[in-house]
């Protein structure tokens, strides 16, 4: 019904740039939030960086100056450019959505299966 599938992941030298891109699809009625979070190995999943409906963005310290995250040109798209990678930028990205699909009334929560960002030194 709604599926998250994002792209952009790979193995990059310290200091260089990836960008992530997530599209939705489905029968999706309407999203209020998109965003990125990660996962490294023996870490708990972490908010990277979520954008709203109106534009407004959030950043995990860590990466504010150096990731910006943006609504692509189509609908139910989000991106995020990563610049000056850090070793400790390697994980699993996964994208995440809140969202209304089809006729519920309510907002859920949906997410990507993942693409691995390695980060080599």
């Known amino acids: 019904q709604v599926q998250l599938v994002e792209s952009g992941g790979g193995l990059v030298q310290a200091g260089g740039s990836l960008r992530l891109s997530c599209v939705a699809s489905?029968?999706?009625?309407?999203?209020?939030?998109m965003g990125w979070y990660r996962q490294a190995p023996g870490k708990q999943r972490e908010l990277v960086a979520t954008?709203?409906?109106?534009?407004?963005?959030l950043y995990e310290d860590s990466v504010k100056g150096r990731f910006t995250i943006s609504r692509g040109n189509a609908k139910n798209t989000v991106n995020l450019q990563m610049n000056s990678l850090k070793p400790e930028d390697t994980a699993v990205y996964y994208c995440?959505?809140?969202?209304?699909?089809?006729?519920?009334?309510?907002?859920?929560?949906?997410w990507g299966q993942g693409t691995q960002v390695t980060v080599s030194s």
């Open positions: 995440n959505a809140v969202l209304r699909a089809g006729f519920a009334p309510v907002f859920n929560t949906y």
């Open positions: 489905g029968s999706i009625y309407s999203i209020n939030v």
């Open positions: 954008i709203t409906d109106s534009g407004r963005t």
